[in-house]
Structure formats: C-alpha cells, structure tokens
C-alpha cells in the first residue's frame, strides 16, 4: 500500500506538468527522480515529524526567533496565514515549526502532495489546478477545515493559493491576491489568526518562466525546492489577531487584507539600527558620554526632604512618598535628580552624554519626585512648568518644549493655562513595578486638583532609538492619520521626523486598519525583536485623551524621538481621573470647572468622609 501511495506522488507530479510531456521538455529537466528519491530516503527514516525528517534529509533548517516561538498559541482555534515566497518548502517549513509547538496542526496544501501517506493526518488538501473535480474537491477540503477549527484545532494556510511572484503592476515579487474565503473560516469559526511571513523569493529563473507561461513556473517548483538544500530558512511570527478582532472588520475582503498586511509588516522588521546614510534622522555624535557623576550623600537629601513644608508632600505610602518641590528648595535632591536621570536615559539609548541631565529649564521648573523610604533613595521624578508663570515672565521661549517645537502665538491663546510636562523616567531596578509611576502621577493628580486653575497637559513624550525605524515610522503615521487637530496646524517641529522604511501606500493602508492603541501595539510588537509594544507613557497619555499634535527628532538627546501631546483633563473619562485624582480631589476639579451639579458634588464629598 505504501508502495503505491509512492507510485501516486511521482504520477501527480507529472500530473501538474503533463502539458509539457509533448516536447520531452518536462522528462528532461525536472527532477523527477530526485524528489521522489528524496521521499524514499524520508520514508527510511525514523523520529521526529514527517516534516522534520523531510528538512533534515534535504537538509534544510530554519531560524525562528525566541520571542516568535511565545507568540503561537497553545491552546484553542487558531489560523495561521502566511506568505508563500518558496512553494514546497514553505509547508514543510511551516508543518516542522508549528508541530513542535501544537501536535494538532494541520497544513492546508496542494493535492500533488497526498500521494504520501504519512501526510493524510497532518494536512488539507485543496486542488487549486482548476480541473473537473476541483470544485467538489476544495468544497470538501473547506469542509475538513471548518470542522477542525470549530473543534478547537490549528490549521496553516497558504491564502494566495500559488508562489510568490513577479507582479509586474507593482513591479516586485510578492504574492497574487489572497483568497477572501480563508477570512471566513477564520470569522466563521471565531479562530485567532497568526500572520507568519517568510523573507525570501524564488529564483529568477522561476519569475522569467512564469513571464512565458504560469504553468512553466509551476513545473520549476521541483527545482525550486531541490535547490534550498543547505540553506537555512527565517521565518518571522506576528502577534496573534483575536476572532473579536476580527469580527469587528466589515467583511470576507476586508478582513483578508488586513491579515495580508499584517503578515507583510513583518518584511520590515529589522534585527540592526540603519548606519547613518541609510537613517534620515542620524546626526553624528558629537563626543564620548561623559563618566557619571559621584552620588550625592543620603545626608544632605534627607536634610532637604526633612525642611519641605508638609503641603508639598503629595502622596504618601508604606514604602514611598511623593513631594513636589521647586530648585532652590533642593539643590542637592537635583544634582541627584539630574545623576539619576542621566543613568535611566542611558539604559535606553538616550542621554544627554553629560555626567548629569540639568539644564537651565530646571532653575524654575517645579520638580515632582518619588521617595523610596526604606532605601533612602530617589526612585523618579517628573519636571512640571506652570505654563502662565512662565509665560508671564519669560515667553514661549521659557518652555522646554519651545526647543523642540515652534509655537504660533495663537496656540497659548487656544491652549489656555496649561502645564508642561517632561523629563519623566523611573530607575531600571524599579520599572518591573507598576507602583512608581502610578504614584508619580497620582502625585501630578494631587498637585492639579489643588491648582484646577490649569486643567490642560501637555509635554513632549519620547519613543526611543530601541525603536527599529519601521516602529517609529508606523506610530508617527498613525497619530497624524488619527489625530487631525486644529492645535497641530499651530505648531511645526524644528526637525520633522522623516522615515521611508515603510511603503507610503502600505503604511497608510495598515494605519487606517488599525482600530486602536492595541492594534497599534500589536503592530509594533510585530516589528521589533524583542516584541515590545508601544511606549507605557504613549498608552498613558491615550488612555487620558491626549492627542499627539507633531513629531521632533531631538538633536541634542541621543536622536530620540519626541511626540508633543496634549491632553485636556476636563474631557477625561471620569473614572480614569478618579484612579489617579481620588474622589474627594476629583470632586475639586470637577466642581472648580463646573463639571457637575455642585450640591450633589459636596454630598459626594461628605459621604467618602
């Protein structure tokens, strides 16, 4: 039996390419043979998947990175949609990787493949040769795949149906349009999808064939995939897209095209920062970092804390407090300060190079910080400037941000009073909790509902060189597609950030597929190696109602790349503010601003009393 399962791979490969039989082309030049000499030596052989047997005897082996592995479910209906760049290869490719993840996945693949019995549990097969019996075959294969996803299975599937190759209307080797029915059996079943993307084509050879002749690059798939042995294949594995997700796109087609774009973002993921002529944003350093400044002495912290008038003391907890507190109040808290920020900059990639980040904006700023009491130690801070104060005695060129941004006049005139916000950081060993910064800005909280007189923030938020281009290009273009504001026509960056790693038409096509901050986070994972998602103070200020009004690259602190954001608390959801404000000082804000009825406001008051 098994025998003649081997006779029925060699006959329907010769199926495929019988067209040619007539000139003696296809006996001649494709290697027949070898595949199916290849088959025999796998069938020999013992261990492992039948996949996995097929790449080691070519051999073949492929890279996948240690956060792509985290990214495929264990558990429940999942779809994965890949690209298809090689042919052959790919599902065997594919079939090796995800079987060592889940032992239920199943590859939907080409018919020329069930002459081998080993594959009849581990695959779907679907006639895509349009012949007289491929109508009832692929209903009958859509059948078989609806039915394993509904039981909570994984299933792989290829959606253009054929190779990856030259489409001259775009002018690169990509794949043909993907089917809209793989859409449905992910909607249909409610499946998660995984978009897996293979770097990678066929060779020119295949694309000039198939310029004569599809049928011709059909046949030479056989060659193709004899001739990746000794290679090793990357394969790249985006973030799961939930079926909620899913189902709240319109359609088989829509939602097609967004797997398909989700699934090519991951061509742009770069594992190395570009050198400085493939990065419009470089500039070129200007000297060494200069070595840390030596730590101040607990002593005269403690000293500087101890002589702060009891109202400054903002919040106040078992391990940390939280004061606010102007320069000249704590001269050695801001050397400190200013040491400790250089140090937290640094990890990321930024700083300013100085043994400590001062500058003169600090003089006259207030400074929020975080009191670690037990270590007796500095955890974080947060630079505020009162924004009429400021503009009161010394303009717009007072504000920090006025070094990053050029400010029409009319802007403070529809900003109104405001805050500035900046320079915010947590030290490293202290990130992993989430306590710190909520204390910081339950701290900023507590300063705003005692000063409601400024209701508006708005400061410059950093999204670092960690970021791979592709990153920051995608978060830059979706604010700018999602935010037009009228304060944006106001103010102009004094270097605009400048980007082509993505393609215009693709990155205005994903942005406008993007629903929310979590699509756009899964995004970004998806580009980045180490899967982060988007800056925490990004989805902090979003989750606050800010808008992102322009984007700086700043020259002068490591070429990071600095949002203008604005957010107005007044039009806060509610409950977000009161996490941070507590009832009694939301009640303040909201009654200063005439948010609510006043009585029923006091009588809220009374009763958390």
């Known amino acids: 039996m098994a025998e003649s399962r081997h006779e029925n791979l060699g006959q329907n490969l010769r199926r495929s390419t019988a067209f040619l039989s007539g000139n003696g082309f296809a006996s ?3 290697p027949f043979h070898e595949i199916e000499d290849l088959y025999g030596r796998v069938r020999t052989t013992g261990g492992g998947s039948w996949f996995q047997r097929l790449l080691d005897e070519m051999p073949v082996s492929f890279r996948v990175d240690g956060k792509d592995w985290e990214r495929i479910p264990k ?3 999942v779809l994965a949609v890949s690209n298809h760049p090689f042919g052959m290869l ?8 995800l079987t060592q993840v889940r032992c239920d996945a199943k590859i939907m693949t080409n018919f020329l493949l069930s002459g081998v019995p080993e594959l009849q549990e581990h695959c779907i097969f679907v006639d895509p040769l349009n012949g007289r019996d491929s109508v009832q075959a692929n209903r009958r294969a859509l059948r078989q795949a609806l039915l394993w996803l509904r039981t909570g299975h994984m299933l792989a599937v290829f959606p253009a149906g054929e190779v990856s190759h030259l489409q001259l209307t775009q002018g690169s080797v990509t794949d043909p349009k993907w089917n809209p029915m793989i ?4 909607r249909v079943t409610g499946a998660a999808a995984l978009p897996v993307f293979f770097p990678g084509r066929n060779s020119v050879t295949f694309q000039t064939l198939g310029l004569m002749h599809p049928r011709l690059r059909t046949a030479w798939l056989m060659s193709e995939f004899l001739g990746q042995a ?12 939930s079926g909620d997700v899913l189902a709240r796109l319109h359609g088989d087609q829509e939602t097609i095209d967004y797997l398909r774009r989700r699934t090519y973002l991951l061509s742009r993921r770069s594992c190395a920062a570009p050198g400085p002529f493939l990065n419009p944003n470089f500039v070129f350093p200007r000297k060494e970092h200069a070595p840390i400044a030596a730590e101040t002495e607990r002593d005269a912290l403690l000293a500087e804390i101890q002589q702060l008038d009891p109202g400054q003391l903002l919040e106040d907890t078992r391990e940390f407090s939280v004061y606010v507190a102007r320069a000249q109040q704590i001269p050695s808290l801001l050397r400190e300060l200013g040491r400790l920020r250089e140090i937290t900059f640094r990890d990321v990639g930024e700083g300013t190079g100085e043994s400590r980040d001062l500058d003169p904006f600090d003089a006259y700023y207030l400074h929020v910080f975080l009191w670690d009491k037990a270590k007796q130690q500095l955890v974080g801070a947060y630079r505020m400037g009162i924004g009429p104060e400021i503009l009161a005695r010394r303009g717009p060129r007072g504000l920090y941000t006025s070094t990053l941004f050029h400010y029409h006049p009319r802007f403070f005139e529809k900003l109104g009073p405001a805050v500035e916000l900046g320079r915010s950081f947590v030290l490293p060993d202290y990130q992993r909790q989430f306590a710190p910064l909520l204390l910081l800005w339950r701290g900023i909280a507590r300063y705003l509902s005692d ?5 508006v923030l708005f400061g410059a938020v950093s999204i670092s060189n960690r970021y791979s281009p592709a990153s920051r290009e995608l978060i830059v273009r979706y604010f700018e597609s999602r935010q037009p504001d009228e304060m944006a026509g106001l103010v102009r960056p004094r270097r605009p950030f400048r980007s082509s790693w993505l393609r215009p038409w693709d990155c205005t096509a994903i942005c406008h597929s993007l629903r929310d901050l979590e699509d756009l986070g899964a995004s970004v994972s998806d580009l980045e190696t180490d899967a982060k998602g988007i800056p925490i103070l990004l989805r902090q200020y979003a989750k606050l109602g800010g808008r992102l009004l322009a984007f700086n690259v700043d020259r002068n602190f490591s070429d990071v790349l600095d949002g203008l954001v604005l957010v107005d608390l007044r039009q806060t959801d509610t409950a977000v503010l009161e996490r941070y404000m507590g009832k009694q000082g939301l009640a303040r804000f909201r009654r200063h601003h005439l948010l609510s009825d006043p009585l029923a406001l006091d009588m809220q008051e009374l009763s958390s009393n």
Do not use: N
């Open 451 to 455: 000063h409601p007189e400024t209701p």
């Open 230 to 241: 000794g290679k090793t294949v990357e394969v790249r594995i985006g973030t799961a897209v």
């Open 90 to 97: 790919d599902g065997a490719v594919l079939g090796a990787l």
């Open 28 to 30: 001649r030049f494709l």
């Open 183 to 186: 859409a449905r059996l992910a």
């Open 75 to 77: 558990t429940g209906p």
